[in-house]
């Protein structure tokens, strides 16, 4: 009977809840590809992101802002969509995957790792990638099809991090876009998808309004408590996972 009542619950939740489009997360868009099997994995040419958009423009999916997810969450009618984030704030996404999203007018969202750009973290035994100047950040901040959210000031594993510790790296890292930036920053990842309740509370007490996860699949209407855990899929050369 619990069985039962369980197979219903979640039939019925399917049914009012229905996934209404994804969000892609991305990575690096090169065609230098890294030395490292499991960076390579993170990495996708110019030639595959530009052949996925052209496949969804065709099957006729919609590309959205992450702002425009959050509404159609909430309730609001559309076509299914793809809504492009990019993690980290590497330069190709400027150099590279920019004009392509130009080209086809894809909206799309980095969530940059102020220090990663600066130069003050550097992860161990991964390779240095060049990351987004000031400059480039600045011009694609100007871009309206861009989003620029925040990605910690130092890209540790948020649930490793006491709560005053992951305050100053959430906090910190939107400090510094903003005062780069000049505007308010609303949007937020979470470092290898760690977090916690206490990251929650943390984000909607300094006004960040939407925040991706690194899972979870698709994207289901009349599910605003998620967002500030929206679920993505991890887009790669190969696969969309």
């Known amino acids: 009977m619990t069985f039962l009542f369980k197979k219903l619950r979640r039939y019925w939740f399917q049914l009012t809840h229905p996934v209404i489009g994804e969000v892609w997360q991305l990575h690096r868009v090169t065609d230098e590809h890294s030395v490292q099997a499991r960076v390579r994995d993170y990495e996708i040419t110019p030639a595959r992101l530009e052949s996925l958009i052209v496949e969804y423009q065709r099957k006729g999916y919609e590309f959205i802002s992450i702002a425009e997810v959050a509404e159609r969450m909430s309730g609001k009618r559309g076509k299914k969509f793809i809504a492009v984030t990019l993690d980290d704030g590497y330069a190709n996404n400027y150099e590279v995957a920019y004009p392509i999203f130009k080209k086809y007018h894809v909206p799309f969202c980095i969530y940059v790792c102020n220090g990663m750009i600066t130069g003050e973290r ?120």
């Not at 925040?150 to 005053?164: A, I, Q, V």
């Not at 510790?165 to 959430?170: G, K, N, R, Y």
């Open 122 to 241: 550097k992860e161990d035994n991964i390779e240095h990638y060049k990351m987004l100047s000031i400059d480039q950040l600045c011009a694609l901040d100007q871009e309206p099809l861009c989003t620029i959210g925040g990605h910690t000031n130092s890209h540790y594993r948020l649930t490793n991090l006491s709560k005053d510790l992951q305050m100053q790296e959430i906090y910190g890292c939107k400090l510094w876009l903003e005062n780069t930036l000049g505007h308010a920053i609303e949007d937020y990842a979470f470092p290898y998808g760690s977090y916690n309740a206490e990251t929650l509370a943390i984000l909607a007490y300094i006004g960040i309004k939407r925040a991706v996860a690194s899972w979870g699949g698709g994207v289901r209407r009349n599910t605003p408590e998620r967002v500030l855990d929206i679920p993505r899929v991890l887009v790669t050369e190969q696969t969309i996972e």
